[in-house]
């Protein structure tokens, strides 16, 4: 079975330090896998997907089949990174999220 | 601002009723979703459809039934026999490349009340 798991439903931190939300997945196959971000009063929107091995807005997130995680980072975080974020699963067509964590970034 | 539009954006039913929550694309995406966000439990797959004529059950399918008569449009019903129907919907879509989806693109949601 698909499944996406978010431990953490709030992480709060200041402007200036490390972040890291974390996201662990449950897939047989070959998953693709994304973050997504929903900023106050603006519509869900991709953040970054696994494939591009990119950093958008100073975020990174490295896939590990190993431990089976994808967690998102950004050595400094910014007040507007203040958001909702999502871990989420492609497979088999199915597009899956996890429960989604809550950062706050205090000035 | 085109793309994908929900409307309405809220929704009064009464106890009982069948509403219907629409979802409309310009994007010419093949692929369509509904998605059921409630507080503290994230987005749950409703329904989703990869191709015109062919939809299939989410993880939270029983109480809701679609169609998907037209490229653009996957509207989504919730019957009377969803048991706590009263939340926020929201519909996304996305081209499907090969075996692969691309980037999923969202409506701002309907926020159904029942009463």
């Known amino acids: 079975a698909q499944r996406v798991t978010q431990p953490e439903k709030l992480l709060s931190v200041f402007k200036g330090a490390p972040v890291e939300l974390k996201c662990n997945y449950s897939?047989?196959?070959?998953?693709?896998l994304f973050w997504y971000v929903q900023y106050s009063r603006q519509r869900l929107q991709l953040l970054l997907r696994h494939i591009s091995r990119e950093s958008i807005k100073g975020f990174t997130a490295d896939l590990n089949k190993g431990e089976t995680s994808f967690h998102l980072k950004k050595p400094f975080a910014q007040e507007e990174d203040s958001a909702m974020y999502y871990c989420?699963?492609?497979?088999?067509?199915?597009?899956?999220f996890g429960t989604g964590t809550r950062l706050q970034v205090f000035p | 601002d085109g793309g994908i539009t929900q409307s309405p954006k809220y929704l009064f039913r009464k106890e009982g009723q069948n509403v219907t929550l629409s979802c409309e694309q310009n994007l010419n995406h093949d692929a369509m979703y509904w998605y059921r966000q409630d507080p503290g439990q994230g987005l749950r797959l409703i329904y989703y459809?990869?191709?015109?004529?062919?939809?299939q059950k989410g993880d939270i399918a029983e109480g809701y039934s679609v169609s998907r008569e037209k490229k653009e449009s996957f509207p989504l019903t919730v019957t009377s026999a969803q048991k706590n129907p009263t939340a926020f919907y929201l519909c996304?879509?996305?081209?499907?490349?090969?075996?692969?989806?691309?980037?999923?693109?969202f409506g701002q949601g309907t926020r159904l009340t029942v009463v």
């Open positions: 897939y047989s196959g070959s998953p693709e």
């Open positions: 459809s990869q191709i015109v004529n062919d939809f």
């Open positions: 989420a699963l492609r497979g088999w067509g199915k597009l899956i």
């Open positions: 996304a879509s996305s081209i499907v490349v090969g075996q692969r989806n691309t980037e999923a693109f």
